[in-house]
Every structure is written in structure tokens, then in C-alpha cells.
């Protein structure tokens, strides 16, 4: 499978300026290893801990049984893409090396649409916390305990610019 083409976004990706994005990723063949708790919470420790270095914000996430969505923003001089390495890439080499995981885990590739305002970015983040309720896995989105709604986790506030 050839690596999917991803042109540039003018001005998102061209202008030296932070960009913000809701990005979805599936695992191989859609398979459920998020149920269980021990690669969630890992999962969870990646996705966070690349959030506490800085390499982006995290605004929202939910990570369900097959797949994750994060709504992240990126500074400038970082792309999406390698965003999306450092989640995806990290998270299957610590699942790889202390979980013992073998094989593919990740489908290749990953979606993401540009969140150009607020009211892109507050869609996107009820999208996030409703999809645990919509698929029948929590009641209510703070109940849900892989999900920015209810794991605990810090994220990040609307950036700067996207206000105003």
C-alpha cells in the first residue's frame, strides 16, 4: 500500500504559524487491542507524555477499542505527520518492547482534517467526547476512562489562533 499524498494546506502548513488538527488513526485490520487496559493505559502514557514535552497540544482524544481520535495542535515548524509518528511510532515501539506486543498494530497512514476556527475546534471537541456514549461503551463521557472527558489526563485550551 503506497503512502497516502498529503498536500500542502495553504497557509496551515506553509506559514511558519501553529495549526490545529482533528486526527483519526485505526489499528491493523481494525483489530480491538484498546480493550485491553494494559495497552490503553500505555497508549494513554504516550499520547500524554509527548503533550508534557511539548511537541504539541492536546485539546481532546478518545481512544476506542479499534481505533484514537485527538484534536492536537502543532507549532510551527512541526507537520501533522510527524505528530503522528511520534504517537503512533511510540506507542508501537513501547508496546513492542514492554508489552511483548508483536506484529503490525497500526493501519498505515492516519486521517486529519485542518481545524481552521473556534467553531471547527468546539465541533470537534463534542465529536470526541460523545463517541464512547454514541458506540454504547459509557453513559455519559466522564465515565468513559480512555477520553479526555474522564481519564484525568491535562489537555490544552483553545490555542491562540484560533480565538477571535
Known amino acids: 500500500?503506497?503512502?497516502?499524498?498529503?498536500?500542502?494546506?495553504?497557509?496551515?502548513?506553509?506559514?511558519?504559524?501553529?495549526?490545529?488538527?482533528?486526527?483519526?488513526?485505526?489499528?491493523?485490520?481494525?483489530?480491538?487491542?484498546?480493550?485491553?487496559?494494559?495497552?490503553?493505559?500505555?497508549?494513554?502514557?504516550?499520547?500524554?507524555?509527548?503533550?508534557?514535552?511539548?511537541?504539541?497540544?492536546?485539546?481532546?482524544?478518545?481512544?476506542?477499542?479499534?481505533?484514537?481520535?485527538a484534536l492536537i495542535s502543532v507549532p510551527a515548524g512541526m507537520s501533522v505527520e510527524r505528530a503522528m509518528q511520534l504517537i503512533k511510532g511510540g506507542f508501537s515501539y513501547r508496546a513492542k518492547k514492554e508489552l511483548g506486543i508483536q506484529g503490525e498494530i497500526w493501519q498505515r497512514g492516519f486521517s486529519d482534517e485542518y481545524v481552521a476556527d473556534a467553531a471547527g475546534f468546539r465541533a470537534r471537541i463534542a465529536y470526541v467526547r460523545e463517541n464512547p456514549v454514541r458506540a454504547g461503551l459509557?453513559?455519559?463521557?466522564?465515565?468513559?476512562?480512555?477520553?479526555?472527558?474522564g481519564s484525568g489526563i491535562e489537555v490544552d485550551a483553545m490555542p491562540e489562533h484560533l480565538r477571535g
Open 1 to 69: 500500500m503506497s503512502k497516502p499524498n498529503r498536500p500542502l494546506r495553504s497557509p496551515c502548513q506553509s506559514s511558519g504559524r501553529p495549526r490545529t488538527f482533528f486526527v483519526t488513526s485505526s489499528t491493523w485490520e481494525r483489530r480491538s487491542l484498546f480493550q485491553s487496559e494494559r495497552m490503553a493505559r500505555l497508549f494513554l502514557k504516550v499520547l500524554s507524555g509527548y503533550r508534557a514535552q511539548r511537541r504539541y497540544l492536546l485539546h481532546a482524544f478518545v481512544l476506542m477499542p479499534d481505533h484514537f481520535h
Open 138 to 149: 459509557a453513559r455519559f463521557p466522564e465515565a468513559f476512562p480512555y477520553g479526555s472527558a
